[in-house]
Nanobody, 122 residues
């Protein structure tokens, strides 16, 4: 059974960098051919895919977010990390990590983390 667990700060101030880590157990993030995504949900709205790192380490980004988003991985810890810079209150959302066995865009996830609520406020 694959499990994903997000960890990160409870509150981020405007202009800071939001940093979240997803720790994966029950499966390797280097295993063919999985994609590991960051997806967020704004209050009262739908899901937005932010980006992903695939089994090879290659990264993919939502074109509308790429200028402020960076995704990396640590295979020794079986973790991948999201960094989203220069945040504003509009970045307040629940942030999820997820595994997708079909595509890098996070449309077909089979496992999700429990979600990490991140308010952006001064």
């Amino acid at each position: 059974q694959v499990q994903l667990q997000e960890s990160g700060p409870g509150l981020v101030k405007p202009s800071q960098t939001l940093s979240l880590t997803c720790t994966v157990s029950g499966g390797s993030i280097s295993a063919n051919y999985y994609y590991w995504s960051w997806i967020r949900q704004f209050p009262g709205k739908g899901l937005e895919w932010m980006g992903a790192v695939e089994y090879s380490g290659h990264t993919y980004y939502n074109p509308s977010r790429v200028s402020r988003t960076s995704i990396s991985r640590d295979t020794t810890k079986n973790q991948f990390t999201l960094q989203h810079s220069n945040v504003t209150p509009e970045d307040t959302a629940v942030y999820y990590c997820a595994r997708d066995p079909r595509h890098y865009n996070g449309r077909y996830p089979d496992y999700w983390g429990q979600g990490n609520q991140v308010p952006v406020s001064s």
